[in-house]
């Protein structure tokens, strides 16, 4: 009876697993402090194939494996919230002019630019696309858009996927904190940590002399100094998570995709690895998944 009764529950298990929504999957990694699961963050999704802050790149982000879509948000000038990291569309389209001074039909009307600046087929597209896309798939990490809070979480909890929002940024931990309780907001959200930068190591210490320890925190720095290392090591420590971002060197102390894709990867993600981190922004999302899988730490 009691072999009966655990191969019961352990198909009840498995099948919740089976239930859970990729999404939910991820989540519970994010939450998760002791898991050595890497998570892959797609900077303005998959921009070497499909305009950045696309939903193709979206897309393809999805398809390749991605934990997390980075996407940045710009408010029309008639209050439609859309995909763009400039607050022009001068650079990444066919088209020119400030987004808080056009109406969304306008911004309709051109086309994305690809990564070297050639018109493409594909559209700007709205927050609201995006998020219908991403539902139950991945997680959505918002950069530019905390000054959007409310519209967000109202578009985000109207579609059903708030607690699929991960936000960042810089503000005070009191604020952060008011902001959530005012809203009873489910999104999750991630100090930035400029820990070279006395701004950044003050908002820093303010996270340290509270009670409220940050699901993650992202942590930049130019140049690694012990107080970087120290930094890595309280946040692993403290249960939280350690964001780092392979961009580029003003972010990482050098420790680039460029220089893991042209080099010797251990000398760049090994490294962050033996850091600590667990959540890594990159732009060669397809090299670096390549390697977690190797290393088992990747689905």
Request: aromatic residues 8%; glycine residues 6%; hydrophobic residues 40%.
């Amino acid at each position: 009876m009691k072999r009966i009764l655990s191969i019961c529950l352990l198909l009840i298990s498995l099948v919740n697993i089976v239930a859970q929504t990729r999404a939910e999957r991820i989540i519970n990694e994010i939450k998760n402090p002791k898991s050595k699961y890497v998570l892959v963050a797609l900077h303005r999704g998959d921009w070497r194939h499909y305009p950045e802050n696309s939903l193709e790149g979206i897309e393809s982000s999805i398809n390749m494996g991605g934990d997390i879509i980075e996407i940045d948000l710009a408010l029309s000038a008639d209050s439609v919230l859309v995909l763009s990291h400039d607050r022009t569309i001068d650079r990444a389209t066919t088209g020119k002019g400030l987004i808080s001074e056009l109406p969304y039909d306008s911004l309709k009307q051109v086309f994305l630019r690809d990564e070297y600046g050639n018109p493409t087929k594909f559209k700007m597209p709205t927050l609201r696309e995006a998020l219908n896309l991403c539902r139950d798939r991945i997680i959505v990490n918002v950069d530019k858009g905390y000054q959007y809070f409310e519209l967000l979480q109202k578009l985000a909890r109207e579609l059903g996927v708030e607690n699929q929002i991960l936000l960042k940024g810089k503000s005070p931990v009191g604020d952060v904190a008011a902001k959530f309780a005012e809203t009873g907001s489910e999104m999750m959200y991630m100090p930035i940590i400029d820990i070279l930068v006395p701004k950044g190591r003050d908002l820093f210490n303010e996270y340290k002399s509270v009670s409220q320890v940050p699901l993650a925190y992202e942590v930049c720095w130019d140049k690694m100094m012990p107080y970087v290392t120290d930094c890595f090591d309280y946040i692993v420590l403290s249960g939280s998570k350690l964001w780092v971002n392979t961009l580029w060197d003003s972010l990482n102390g050098g420790l680039t995709d460029d220089k893991a894709f042209n080099g010797d990867p251990e000398d760049v993600y090994g490294q962050l690895l033996k850091m600590g981190a667990t959540m890594i922004q990159t732009d060669r999302p397809e090299f670096l998944l390549e390697y977690l899988r190797k290393k088992g730490l990747h689905d």
